[in-house]
């Protein structure tokens, strides 16, 4: 079966999910967390994107982004990606030991308001959901870490939200998940479908001709936290 289209507009907010290849672990000490998030500034200082939020994991990552231009999204993830491969090798000297990623990264546009907060929330949550810690705001390599304890350097970084959070947001994201949008994520991230209401999902699918996202057929693909 054909790979879904990659949609690539502006002003448009997605969900962009990047894996190790065959998930072994590349995050393993600070130092390649570290070395993650210097790539992450620089291809912000590269394409001027949106970044409302991230999580690093030790074997994948997630970003909300927002390009401002169209074709702006693979530039910033394809330089991103690579460059932080060929970094990355160079600090574990494994030069030409092979691909790091498992590939092409996943993408899929997301609708405005609860379910922008939703989808932010869901990455946010990854490590809590892992038992990485015990709350969620304490997974050092996220957005969430930044925005509640980091430096005024490092919160320059994220965007504001153009959906207010609520007062009790990070109560939310320490709950557990019972919200079953929560599922409809998780189909969205392992499919590439548009993650919002059903008339607003059914038109964007059409217009941008992913149709075919919510006809797969056959074994289920690998789900991803």
Not at 26 to 38: G, R, S
Not at 186 to 191: E, L, S
Not at 201 to 216: C, H, I, N, P, Y
Request: glycine fraction near 4%; proline fraction near 4%.
């Amino acid at each position: 079966m054909p790979r879904p289209l990659r949609i690539d507009i502006a002003d448009v907010v997605y969900h962009v999910i990047n894996r190790a290849n065959a998930r072994v672990q590349i995050f393993n000490t600070p130092d390649d967390f570290l070395l993650f998030e210097k790539v992450f500034h620089e291809a912000k200082e590269k394409v001027d994107m949106r970044i409302y939020a991230y999580c690093v994991m030790p074997n994948h990552w997630h970003l909300i982004l927002q390009p401002k231009n169209d074709g702006d999204l693979s530039l910033f993830v394809k330089w991103l990606t690579l460059t932080h491969t060929k970094r990355w090798h160079s600090a574990h000297d494994t030069i030409g030991s092979g691909h790091l990623y498992q590939g092409r990264y996943k993408s899929f546009p997301v609708q405005s308001d609860e379910y922008f907060l939703t989808v932010c929330r869901y990455v946010e949550q990854n490590p809590l959901r892992a038992r990485l810690i015990s709350k969620a705001q304490d997974w050092r390599w996220g957005s969430l870490w930044r925005r509640e304890y980091g430096s005024q350097s490092q919160k320059a970084l994220l965007d504001e939200w153009k959906t207010e959070r609520s007062h009790d947001y990070l109560t939310w994201v320490n709950e557990n998940e019972s919200d079953d949008k929560i599922e409809r994520l998780r189909t969205c991230v392992n499919r590439g479908q548009p993650f919002g209401n059903t008339l607003w999902t059914e038109r964007v699918a059409k217009e941008w001709g992913l149709e075919s996202t919510f006809r797969r057929e056959g074994r289920p693909s690998k789900q991803m936290i």
